[in-house]
Structures are given as structure tokens and as C-alpha cells.
């Protein structure tokens, strides 16, 4: 599975969208790239995912770059609850998910 | 509430004793995962089951751990001769596959254990 790097944490404020990226240079063609969040004492939770197309959900919008090397999580106008923790994931089978740190998203009243 | 449910959801136990959990899934999905967490980590991957076939293993899988679905409805998760190091949080995870066709996980409240 390709790797991926975020940022450790990010604060936003709220109402405002909240842009997180994620980089997975060795990402392979058959390679999705999944976004979970953890509210904290949660489990994690589905947000959305792509291969190379750009998506939309109720929750948030994946923007994956034409290399496909990078992706950004939107999240359109982001409210307290949106505080967890994100983890993007690059996984070509939908079996074991492999979970990073993820980006600790903070968001400001 | 049909989302994916742990029991029980808190246990502490001294080092040595067994343990097990159960997991149930979203009534009609084929796949349920099991995954551990520790303080300040993205969850671990350890197994998953497609119905009642236990087609992958971590090798964070120890001889110590084993994982059983045998109806291919609930799960159980049980680790013998516990150490304080297997203190985490287990979470379950179910899904739908069906053709290849990739499907999200849903995961449950998790189990926290603590070893003493």
C-alpha cells in the first residue's frame, strides 16, 4: 500500500472550510484513496473516497490532483463537531485498512 | 440502533486472565474486521473475516489472540494470558463487498481494555 504524509494537527475557524491535505507519491493506479475521521472515544467514521475523479457527499469534498500524488479533504463550512481526528488512507482492496496518525483538525469558535 | 455494536465496552482484567469480546455487525454485511488502538495512534489492522472464513491476519495476530465468526453473523475476539501490553481499545469494523466492489467500513463504539 502507498504511504501517505499529513499534517500533524491544523486549527480552522468555524463556519470557515476546512482544507486538509494529504500527500501519497507512490500511490498505484488500482489505489483508492479512503478519508476516515475519529471524534474522540469514537469509532472512526466513513467520510468519502475516489480514485481519480473528484467527489462530493454530504459530508465533504475530495480533490484528487491529475497525478493522483496528492488529495485535499474540504470540508465546506465546518462546525465544532467537525474536531477529530483525519486520517487519510491509499488502499487498493477494500480489506485492513491502514491507519497513519492522521491530522488532528481543531476547529476555533 | 442497527449500526455495529461491542460488548462490553469497558474491561479491566490482571495480567494472565483471559478475555473475549464480541462484536456484532450490520445485519447484512459479509465482511467484519478487527482493529486495536493505542493511546495517541491510528487503529492496527489484526483480522478480518468474509462470512465465516478468517481470510487475513495481521501479524499483530499473536499465537495468544484468536478471532472466531462461526455463523458468519457476530464475531469474537479473545486474547488469553493477557499482558499490560495489550491494553488498547479494540474496535470492530463491518462491510459490504459484493463483486469487488468496494464498500465502506462502519465501525463500532470499540472495547476498551486495560490490563493490571
Known amino acids: 500500500d502507498a504511504k501517505t504524509t499529513q499534517p500533524t494537527s491544523m486549527d480552522c475557524a468555524e463556519g470557515r472550510a476546512a482544507n486538509l491535505p494529504c500527500n501519497h507519491s507512490t500511490i498505484s493506479g488500482n489505489e483508492y484513496v479512503y478519508w476516515y475521521r475519529q471524534i474522540h472515544s469514537q469509532g472512526p467514521q466513513y467520510i468519502i473516497h475516489?480514485?481519480?475523479n473528484n467527489e462530493t457527499n454530504e459530508m465533504a469534498s475530495l480533490i484528487i490532483t491529475e497525478d493522483r500524488k496528492s488529495s485535499t479533504l474540504i470540508l465546506p463550512h465546518a462546525t465544532l463537531r467537525d474536531t477529530a481526528v483525519y486520517y487519510c488512507?491509499?488502499?487498493?482492496?477494500?480489506?485492513?485498512?491502514?491507519f497513519g496518525k492522521g491530522t488532528h483538525l481543531i476547529i476555533q469558535p | 440502533d442497527t449500526g455495529v455494536s461491542q460488548d462490553p465496552r469497558h474491561k479491566i482484567t490482571k495480567r494472565g486472565q483471559n478475555v473475549t469480546f464480541r462484536c456484532d455487525p450490520i445485519s447484512e454485511h459479509n465482511r467484519l474486521y478487527w482493529y486495536r488502538q493505542t493511546l495517541g495512534q491510528g487503529p492496527e489492522f489484526l483480522t478480518y473475516?468474509?462470512?465465516?472464513?478468517?481470510?487475513?491476519k495481521s501479524r499483530l495476530l499473536s499465537d495468544r489472540f484468536s478471532a472466531e465468526r462461526p455463523k458468519g453473523s457476530f464475531s469474537t475476539l479473545e486474547i488469553q494470558r493477557t499482558e499490560q501490553g495489550d491494553s488498547a481499545m479494540y474496535l470492530c469494523a463491518s462491510s459490504l463487498v459484493v463483486g469487488g466492489a468496494t464498500y465502506e467500513q462502519y465501525f463500532g463504539p470499540g472495547t476498551r481494555l486495560t490490563v493490571t
Open positions: 473475516f468474509q462470512n465465516e472464513a478468517q481470510l487475513e
Open positions: 488512507i491509499v488502499r487498493a482492496r477494500l480489506d485492513g485498512l491502514t
Open positions: 475516489g480514485l481519480k
